[in-house]
């Protein structure tokens, strides 16, 4: 079994390589292939990849190249996690929105946008090349902004899953809290990327989430960062990117008063690639735990291996609608459990959504549908009409300035600008 990692000089691959050290029996690599046009990079990763899996005793064969032809040929699976732009670009994408006083994120809003405009058709472009070399393989795409990149790969035919660590986070988070196995919980998740709630926390077939809320909603708020007040008003748990919406403007003011998240990251980077360095370390360090992605490498693994190895098991993925919630158009890509084998995803029904959530993500699955039009056509209109669509815009005159805003920092990313 091969797998291709595009962008496998990211400095957390090192998470992603333990990922697949530790779970080598459920999923038997025998060679890793990490693609990335920086080559310094890679010969840090890559070098410190081989050590954890000798240090681990897993047989595979790792190698690294910037040839992303070379690099896919032959693979069962490619795993996309690339950023194009660097952190420089998220950097950006976290500033310039500020100054009309909208949230500036990486994945939501118009930063949000600025990276699927740059993100689409590098990934179209890698999509056509895994086609043309090896059309039976999967792609797995953890690159953000994930619901609109993994709809553009749906929209062009390709064998495309997205996936996102925010399921396996809670569920991880709530078995810890119950004192039970992780594979024990399974999670009542529904949405879009980045915009889901957890309806229900099931044990054993039992609905605990209740029990959960009352005996530990204190923890859980305040890990989403969010008033406990509101999650025991709603009796559900929402992804912690939801505050972006419950609590816009507080949040504009606290990412005002500090370094964006970008700045933070790329100074731990500069850290990472020192420790990486080391032909001593043999294991991830403990400071990539604080670059994100928590629990990436286990969400990972456990996609490819029902992929390739079709297990039929269940698991929160990114996937065609295609009738799952009845208020979506079939081709709107959503983030539920499914059922997951060699034939791709089945999601399982969905419980009808209460007006709270169903009307949010039918918003934000509108301005997705026109972020998908601007990525591939291009245009100051389509970008205009995105922003105005996306409800933390919405207004005429901060769309337009995020507009000429957007086509200004990202002018060197698009073709058509």
Same mark, same amino acid.
Request: glycine fraction near 10%; charged fraction near 25%.
């Given at each position: 079994?091969?797998?291709?990692?595009?962008?496998?000089?990211? +400095?957390?691959?090192?998470?992603?390589?333990?990922?697949?050290?530790?779970?080598?029996?459920?999923?038997?690599?025998?060679?890793?292939?990490?693609?990335?046009? !920086?080559?310094?990079?890679?010969?840090?990763?890559?070098?410190?990849?081989?050590?954890?899996?000798?240090? $681990?005793?897993?047989?595979?064969?790792?190698?690294?190249?910037?040839?992303? /032809?070379?690099?896919?040929?032959?693979?069962?699976?490619?795993?996309? $996690?690339?950023?194009?732009?660097? $952190?420089? !670009? #998220?950097?950006?994408?976290?500033?310039?929105?500020?100054?009309?006083?909208?949230?500036?994120?990486?994945?939501?809003?118009?930063?949000?946008?600025?990276?699927?405009?740059?993100? &689409?058709?590098?990934?179209?472009?890698?999509?056509?090349?895994?086609?043309?070399?090896?059309?039976?393989?999967?792609?797995? /795409?953890?690159?953000?902004?994930?619901?609109?990149?993994?709809?553009?790969?749906?929209? !062009?035919?390709?064998?495309?899953?997205?996936?996102?660590?925010?399921?396996?986070?809670?569920?991880?988070?709530?078995?810890?809290?119950?004192?039970?196995?992780?594979? %024990?919980?399974?999670?009542?998740?529904?949405?879009?990327?980045?915009? +889901? =709630?957890? #309806?229900?926390?099931?044990?054993?077939? %039992?609905?605990?989430?209740?029990?959960?809320?009352?005996?530990?909603?204190?923890?859980?708020?305040?890990?989403?960062?969010?008033?406990?007040?509101?999650?025991?008003?709603?009796?559900?748990?929402?992804?912690?990117?939801?505050?972006?919406?419950?609590?816009?403007?507080?949040?504009?003011?606290?990412?005002?008063?500090?370094?964006?998240?970008?700045?933070?990251?790329?100074?731990?980077?500069?850290?990472?690639?020192?420790?990486?360095?080391?032909?001593?370390?043999?294991?991830?360090?403990?400071?990539?735990?604080?670059?994100?992605?928590?629990?990436?490498?286990?969400?990972?693994? !456990?996609?490819?291996?029902?992929?390739?190895?079709?297990?039929?098991?269940?698991?929160?993925?990114?996937?065609?609608?295609?009738?799952?919630?009845?208020?979506?158009?079939?081709?709107?890509?959503?983030?539920?459990?499914?059922?997951?084998?060699? #034939?791709?995803?089945?999601?399982?029904? &969905?419980?009808?959504?209460?007006?709270?959530?169903?009307?949010?993500?039918?918003?934000? +699955?509108?301005?997705?549908?026109?972020?998908?039009?601007?990525?591939?056509?291009?245009?100051?209109?389509?970008?205009?009409?995105?922003?105005?669509?996306?409800?933390? &815009?919405?207004?005429?005159?901060?769309?337009?300035?995020?507009?000429?805003?957007?086509?200004?920092?990202? #002018?060197?990313?698009?073709? =058509?600008?």
């Amino acid at each position: 079994m091969k797998l291709a990692v595009v962008g496998g000089g990211s +400095t957390y691959t090192p998470e992603l390589i333990d990922g697949f050290a530790r779970l080598r029996d459920v999923l038997p690599l025998e060679e890793l292939v990490l693609i990335d046009p !920086a080559a310094d990079r890679l010969e840090l990763v890559g070098g410190l990849a081989r050590r954890i899996f000798a240090k $681990q005793g897993h047989p595979g064969r790792i190698s690294w190249t910037d040839d992303v /032809d070379a690099g896919i040929d032959g693979a069962d699976a490619v795993l996309l $996690q690339l950023r194009v732009g660097g $952190q420089a !670009a #998220r950097n950006q994408d976290e500033t310039w929105p500020l100054e009309c006083g909208c949230v500036g994120q990486e994945t939501t809003g118009a930063g949000g946008l600025a990276k699927a405009l740059r993100t &689409v058709p590098v990934v179209l472009d890698i999509a056509e090349r895994v086609r043309r070399r090896n059309p039976n393989a999967w792609i797995i /795409d953890f690159t953000n902004p994930v619901g609109i990149v993994t709809r553009a790969l749906l929209t !062009a035919g390709h064998k495309a899953v997205g996936l996102c660590n925010v399921a396996i986070g809670f569920q991880r988070k709530f078995a810890k809290l119950l004192d039970v196995t992780p594979e %024990e919980v399974a999670l009542d998740h529904v949405g879009l990327n980045h915009l +889901t =709630w957890e #309806r229900g926390v099931r044990v054993g077939g %039992e609905d605990v989430l209740p029990k959960l809320l009352a005996e530990h909603g204190e923890a859980i708020a305040a890990d989403l960062h969010m008033p406990r007040s509101l999650v025991d008003r709603l009796g559900v748990v929402p992804s912690y990117y939801l505050r972006y919406f419950y609590q816009h403007d507080e949040v504009v003011r606290e990412l005002k008063t500090k370094p964006s998240r970008a700045a933070e990251v790329a100074e731990m980077e500069k850290q990472l690639l020192q420790m990486y360095g080391d032909p001593t370390l043999d294991e991830k360090p403990e400071l990539l735990g604080k670059r994100g992605g928590a629990f990436y490498s286990e969400a990972a693994v !456990a996609l490819t291996s029902s992929l390739l190895r079709d297990t039929g098991d269940v698991q929160v993925v990114n996937t065609l609608n295609n009738g799952t919630l009845p208020f979506l158009p079939d081709d709107a890509v959503i983030e539920v459990p499914a059922t997951v084998d060699a #034939r791709g995803t089945h999601p399982l029904p &969905v419980p009808a959504l209460e007006p709270l959530y169903s009307g949010l993500i039918a918003n934000v +699955t509108a301005y997705e549908h026109l972020a998908l039009e601007a990525a591939l056509k291009g245009g100051g209109d389509r970008v205009f009409e995105a922003l105005l669509a996306h409800p933390l &815009v919405g207004q005429i005159e901060y769309a337009q300035k995020l507009t000429d805003d957007l086509i200004a920092h990202n #002018r060197e990313h698009l073709t =058509w600008a």
